[in-house]
């Protein structure tokens, strides 16, 4: 997924750096379009996150929520390509321990 969002966002800059600017809203929707089958519920999470309010719809948020996913559905599996990658998930699941027990 990370090499898609890069292969993305370098094509869109590079139509920026010829003058010709992609839209956010344009960028979302083609990053959405090209998600896999197994990505929809994602996606139409995000589609109405877009009805609700069209400006949280960033690059930023679609690729932090996709790359996100891709991380949980790895550790479900139990496939991670590196270790920065299983300290990231470790990591995350500290985090989480920790809030859930601040909160009680």
Do not use: C, Y
């Not at 010709?20 to 197994?38: D, F, G, H, I, Y």
């Not at 877009?50 to 929520?65: C, F, G, H």
């Not at 479900?76 to 390509?81: A, D």
């Amino acid at each position: 997924m990370e090499q898609h969002l890069n292969k993305l966002g370098a094509m869109a800059e590079e139509l920026d750096a010829i003058g010709a600017t992609v839209p956010t809203e344009v960028k979302v929707m083609v990053l959405l379009m090209r998600l896999p089958e197994s990505h929809e519920v994602l996606a139409t999470s995000l589609e109405s996150l877009e009805s609700i309010d069209p400006n949280k719809l960033t690059w930023e948020v679609v690729a932090s929520r996709l790359l996100n996913e891709e991380l949980m559905r790895r550790e479900k599996v139990g496939l991670f390509e590196s270790s920065t990658e299983t300290a990231l998930i470790f990591a995350q699941k500290k985090f989480e321990s920790k809030g859930s027990k601040d909160k009680t």
